[in-house]
């Protein structure tokens, strides 16, 4: 790792007013909440003020790009700290960024960047076409997630050459760029992208699993040049992580009619070869 770099069918939901087609809601008869379309479209961006799992309320930004089938997610967190969220539904790959600013007082650089690429299951998000048409009608409201979803535990072993990244998906070398030699996945994914024609020589092993339990967490760690596991936590606040379908008289099929919004955290364990790359974590 490199040292930091540069600087059933539920109704739509009344505190959601967020829209996709405006003219459908108008056929509608105008309920409130979210609606869900279909179609292809140029990329656009969605910005929404969304409350904290702390209860602080920060801006966040979806984009979604519909011929190029993924969506992103930008958010800053109240200490500064950049969060960012990609899916790349054409690969199945869902890449996590963290840009950590340092303390420059303590002798820190401006900041360090994390990435973190998992695989990505289509039923966790929306897909991209619906993203693309959401609209906000009340842009100073405050949203909060509908449904909490658990604490996601993942353990690191593989780290992502930077170099061929882009073979994973186009995605993680402008993403990643930042972190080009921090950037961290599983066994798990690696063998399932593996089996999808991904080549093994962009994937390179960390210290196996029964090595790193000898390592103590980086928290207990008081030599800032020794090895030990670091563990890096994250937030996704508010993202629509389902399409709502409601019935009407005069259609004998569900239709889309809205979102569900979704709140979920991450917790990432990774070996780093010095403590001082890992200097968030104090905790035991």
Not at 33 to 42: L, N, Q
Not at 165 to 178: Q, T, W, Y
Not at 211 to 235: A, F, I, T
């Amino acid at each position: 790792m490199r040292p930091p770099g540069r600087g059933g069918v539920p109704p739509a939901s009344p505190a959601l007013l967020l829209l996709l087609l405006p003219a459908l809601m108008q056929l509608l008869g105008g309920p409130r909440g979210v609606v869900a379309g279909t179609g292809a479209g140029a990329p656009s961006e969605l910005r929404v003020r969304v409350r904290l799992p702390d209860g602080q309320v920060t801006e966040e930004s979806l984009q979604a790009d519909s011929d190029a089938d993924s969506i992103s997610l930008e958010l800053r967190k109240p200490d500064g700290t950049l969060i960012s969220f990609t899916a790349d539904f054409k690969k199945d790959v869902k890449i996590f960024r963290a840009l950590i600013l340092g303390e420059l007082e303590k002798g820190q650089s401006q900041f360090q960047a994390l990435c973190f690429a998992t695989r990505l299951h289509h039923n966790e998000i929306i897909p991209s076409e619906a993203m693309a048409k959401l609209r906000q009608k009340n842009p100073r409201a405050v949203r909060q997630a509908e449904e909490v979803r658990g604490l996601e535990q993942m353990h690191m072993d593989v780290t992502v050459n930077f170099s061929q990244g882009g073979l994973l998906s186009p995605h993680l070398r402008n993403v990643c760029a930042e972190a080009a030699d921090a950037i961290y996945t599983r066994q798990e994914d690696v063998r399932f992208w593996l089996e999808q024609g991904v080549d093994s020589f962009v994937f390179e092993a960390l210290p196996k699993p029964s090595e790193q339990m000898l390592l103590p967490r980086c928290g207990q760690v008081g030599d800032r040049g020794k090895p030990c596991v670091c563990r890096y936590g994250l937030s996704l606040a508010w993202y629509p992580c389902m399409l709502k379908y409601c019935h009407g008289r005069d259609r004998p099929t569900p239709y889309k009619c809205g979102i569900r919004s979704c709140q979920k955290s991450y917790s990432f364990d990774f070996y780093v070869p010095q403590r001082q790359l890992c200097l968030w974590d104090e905790d035991p």
